[in-house]
């Protein structure tokens, strides 16, 4: 496989010591973990395996991948595992695509408190399109939904959105009928507007009040009540921004949907540009201005305080199922679903193997990059070298081809 000319990698091995002398105090041991494990990713400290062409002898090293969620090597194989077991749950129905964002003025206390707040974006989004969509004046029915968190903006800032993908339609309250959307209306996006600002803001004082909030730094000052219910007034008062695409895409762009979005990180390789003096070029779309691409330059250290924004706290998972598809009884419902929409049960696709395990005697082996004729047989196993991993921060000009 080729590498990308500028990864995330380069820029966390020249400027990662420089980024900890300057923000150490307030790195959290996820954004350490990844920070280490980006730049260790495929090279020599990781181990990995050698083979040999039985033809003309060429050989080829592959490393081992660090296999941290946050690193733009990596998700590749995660990723095609898990579509292949959504495909199978995917129901031959339009899907709707619904995105929730919290007002820009939580940011700070979302950054402080990641998990807590996160937590309580996913509950109250819940229990918001649920309820709504329960409703008899609304639609009337059982929903069940995906729910992918993402954290950035195009420039790397903090932008929590929500995104959702909604079957569009559901089960009858006595699960006897499957009752369609209408192709033209979801649902009401101003009523689940109010009703997730008024969820999400009882959920936020209620962790306020029991202590479970950090607030600290440019947050200390909500510490006493008078001031905390002054930042709650505005976020009362302020529209907040919730959007439904219309109803438009099948199973089959669900599936593009999930796969461009699911796994991935605040930045992908092919954006990058350029690595020099200290400075990091890369691409975006300003999606305010017709989506047009343009570039940022930012100081290396920026760069990484920029990208250590969007590490998940330990454990919490971007994508989470709801109502109908929930992961308790997600099959019976999916089967009771299936059989009121006629629907045959689509099988499941194999898993892909991994790409970077030696092959096993059983696999066809690679036909060698070289001659083009030789299988490339395994060699060596090359073992992990803790004092590689332990010096995973460079002096710049480290080369590490
Ligand atoms: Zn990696
Ligand atoms: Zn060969």
């Not at 600002?197 to 209620?206: A, D, E, I, K, P």
């Not at 600290?216 to 009362?236: S, Y």
Request: positive net charge; contains cysteine.
């Amino acid at each position: 496989m080729t590498r990308p000319a500028l990864e995330v990698a380069d820029v966390v091995r020249q400027y990662g010591a420089a980024y900890l002398a300057r923000y150490g105090s307030t790195v959290s041991p996820e954004q350490h973990r990844a920070l280490r494990a980006i730049a260790l990713c495929r090279t020599a400290a990781l181990g990995g395996h050698a083979t040999q062409c039985e033809q003309c002898g060429h050989v080829e090293i592959t490393y081992n991948s660090c296999g941290n969620r946050h690193c733009p090597t990596c998700p590749g194989r995660a990723q095609a595992a898990w579509l292949a077991a959504r495909e199978a749950e995917l129901l031959n129905v339009p899907y709707v695509h619904v995105v929730f964002t919290l007002p820009h003025l939580l940011s700070p206390l979302a950054l402080q408190n990641p998990r807590v707040l996160y937590t309580l974006l996913l509950q109250a989004v819940a229990e918001t399109l649920l309820t709504v969509a329960r409703d008899p004046h609304h639609w009337g029915a059982d929903i069940g939904f995906l729910a992918v968190l993402h954290t950035w903006g195009q420039t790397l800032h903090h932008h929590p959105p929500l995104h959702c993908v909604v079957p569009g339609g559901g089960l009858s309250p006595d699960g006897t009928q499957w009752i369609a959307c209408r192709p033209t209306f979801f649902l009401p996006v101003r009523v689940l507007s109010r009703v997730f600002r008024r969820r999400f803001l009882t959920l936020l004082h209620q962790a306020y009040t029991e202590g479970a909030l950090r607030v600290e730094g440019q947050c200390h000052t909500l510490t006493h009540p008078a001031q905390w219910q002054q930042f709650l007034a505005p976020l009362r008062a302020t529209e907040w921004v919730v959007y439904a695409k219309p109803p438009r895409g099948g199973p089959g762009q669900v599936l593009k949907y999930l796969a461009r979005s699911t796994h991935r990180v605040a930045i992908a390789h092919r954006r990058l540009l350029a690595l020099e003096d200290g400075q990091v070029t890369f691409r975006w779309k300003d999606y305010a201005h017709g989506n047009r691409q343009r570039l940022m330059t930012l100081d290396a250290v920026e760069f990484i305080r920029r990208f250590l924004l969007h590490i998940l706290p330990a454990g919490f998972q971007r994508l989470r199922h709801y109502g109908l598809l929930a992961n308790r009884g997600r099959q019976a419902k999916l089967a009771r679903c299936r059989e009121l929409l006629q629907q045959a049960v689509s099988p499941t696709p194999p898993v892909p193997p991994a790409t970077q395990a030696p092959p096993a005697p059983d696999q066809p082996a690679a036909v060698c990059p070289a001659c083009q004729r030789g299988r490339m047989c395994w060699v060596e196993t090359l073992h992990r070298q803790p004092d590689l991993c332990a010096r995973w921060m460079q002096p710049p000009g480290w080369d590490t081809s």
